[in-house]
């Protein structure tokens, strides 16, 4: 298992308050957090990535995203789950997002004679989150799937806040009920001025650090 990231410099003057975010320009965090808050962040980037293509035309800047939902908590773990299709180059991508304060997991796309393909992390997060559960006080999940309701009720079982992360417009509603709290992705963890994605995020030929950010 890969070593535990080591927590942000990240903490609250007064211990608990609202979750100003410690970049200027970032947007505030909704609700109160306590800066001894532990916090894991599970990042579904298919579900991400093609949302913002689709919902804004534009590209999520990653290095934002975890720094607006740590919140000056104590970060434990970021981890980041893509599917890629073979042929498709995404080192520069997944070097970037590591970079970025990600642990990565990448699995292969699975194309069936039909023509057909099946790739996703539903399970791989469910098993991550479950197992490091007794180790982390909230668990963001950001992605809009539905499919990830049953997850949220185990770890809510468990003791766990679990919050939701997404785009509004591509959340599920029962995965928003099901959820502590639900934050819609807004304009502002955007990349301003992001040219359209290619089909997926590694076929950009030209990808550059700013493109994916």
């Known amino acids: 298992m890969e070593a535990e990231q080591q927590p942000l410099r990240n903490g609250n003057r007064d211990g608990i308050g609202p979750g100003d975010s410690f970049r200027p320009g970032l947007p505030k965090y909704p609700g109160y957090v306590q800066r001894s808050q532990r916090v894991g962040i599970f990042v579904d980037v298919q579900n991400l990535f093609y949302s913002a293509r689709n919902i804004y035309d534009s590209k999520i800047n990653f290095e934002r995203l975890r720094e607006f939902i ?37 699995k292969l796309l699975k194309e069936r004679a039909d ?88 076929e950009d030929e030209d990808l550059s650090l700013e493109d994916i950010s």
């Open 70 to 106: 740590t919140a000056r908590r104590r970060l434990v773990r970021a981890i980041a789950y893509l599917v890629q299709r073979e042929g498709v180059d995404q080192t520069g991508f997944i070097e970037a997002l590591r970079r970025f304060g990600y642990e990565t997991r990448v």
């Open 115 to 202: 023509g057909s393909a099946k790739g996703d992390w539903d399970m791989g997060i469910a098993l991550d989150t479950i197992a490091i559960s007794d180790r982390l006080d909230t668990v963001v999940i950001v992605s809009g799937d539905g499919d990830f309701v049953p997850l949220v009720e185990v770890l809510k079982t468990r003791g766990v806040r679990v919050e939701v992360v997404a785009f509004e417009r591509s959340t599920a509603g029962e995965l928003r009920e099901a959820a502590d709290l639900y934050i819609p992705i807004g304009e502002d963890l955007l990349i301003k001025g992001a040219r359209r994605s290619s089909p997926d995020y590694g």
